[in-house]
């Protein structure tokens, strides 16, 4: 079956930094598109940042500049680096295969906060 397992998630000072890794299995990972979409208390998921299969990439206004998405197929691995964090960053992420048939992970908590 498909999984999709985030990790890399916890507390860090504002200004600070994070690195995110989504470690999928159960798809032909090469052939999808990829996504990190987040979820703060009170508020609706959205989407942060999506990677194609041709390493196209497109961010969030509020994280352009600060947020890089990138994939390493081989590892069949997605990951999300996060600089520059602010409080309003603290969400839990998620993963997400996209399409057709969309496949989340189980988020993992950011916190950031001094």
Request: charged content about 20%; aromatic content about 10%; proline content about 2%.
């Amino acid at each position: 079956q498909v999984q999709l397992v985030e990790s890399g998630g916890g507390l860090v000072q504002p200004g600070g930094s994070l690195r995110l890794s989504c470690a999928a299995s159960g798809i032909i990972f090469s052939s999808n598109a990829m996504a990190w979409y987040r979820q703060a208390p009170g508020k609706q998921r959205e989407r942060v940042a999506t990677i194609t299969s041709e390493y196209s990439t497109n961010y969030a206004n509020s994280v352009k500049g600060r947020f890089t998405i990138s994939r390493d197929n081989a590892k069949n691995t997605v990951y999300l680096q996060m600089n520059s964090l602010k409080r309003e960053d603290t969400a839990v992420y998620y993963c997400k295969k996209e399409g057709i048939v969309g496949y989340w992970g189980q988020g993992t908590q950011v916190t950031v906060s001094s």
